[in-house]
């Protein structure tokens, strides 16, 4: 019955809504307390946005959340680019984590995002960016196309991470001097 039910879309989506929701709320204060009991907190300091102590790690809930959200979709996966986000935000992951527990150089999260995009961009699906007339544009060049789509997901990446007040500090210079 579920099999029926999650070969449509929108019954698809709602489960798929729920089931991360639910994976989400229970792990998270799972993991905090965890991480609290070991003192693996984050310690605020000049730099930081919290004035109390920040249990850390929570990435795992969300991390755990989203394999099985890739695998029930991957029905309809028809471009089989799930296997490619999967690599991707593991390579990501792996440096989030480290970098809750100790702290990673701004430029090695620069050189793992970038190894991560180009996994992520490995995929047949991907094809040139074509502007449509755009500033006079059509199709770009494919050199140019991949820098510009992968500058965009560098910058997606790295806006997602504006919370962390220390971690923006450091990047932003990175990312021009890199």
């Known amino acids: 019955m579920l099999q029926e039910l999650l070969t449509k879309p929108i ?3 709602v489960f798929i809504f729920i089931l991360s929701f639910l994976i989400v709320y229970f792990i998270v ?9 070991r003192k693996l907190n984050d310690i605020p ?3 930081s946005s919290h004035q109390i102590p920040t249990p850390t790690l929570a990435g795992f809930s969300f991390f755990f959340a989203l394999i099985l959200v890739i695998f029930f979709i991957q029905k309809f996966d028809v ?3 799930a296997i490619n986000i999967i690599a991707a935000t593991s390579l990501i992951f792996l440096v989030a984590i480290k970098d809750d527990l100790v702290s990673v150089a701004p ?5 793992v995002e970038l190894l991560a995009i180009s996994l992520f961009m490995y ?3 991907f094809s040139g960016l ?3 007339g755009f500033l006079g544009l059509n199709e770009l060049d494919p050199i140019l196309s991949s820098f510009l789509i992968a500058l965009g997901m560098l910058t997606i990446i790295n806006s997602y991470n504006l919370i962390a007040v220390s971690y923006t500090h450091l990047t932003l210079p990175t990312i021009y001097s890199v």
Not at 29 to 37: A, E, F, L, R
Not at 107 to 111: E, S, T
């Open 29 to 37: 204060p799972n993991i905090s307390s965890v991480v609290v009991s």
């Open 123 to 125: 995929s047949n699906s």
């Open 45 to 47: 300091d000049q730099r």
């Open 79 to 81: 471009d089989q680019i």
């Open 11 to 13: 019954y698809a989506s």
């Open 130 to 132: 074509h502007l449509h």
């Open 107 to 111: 430029r090695i999260k620069i050189v």
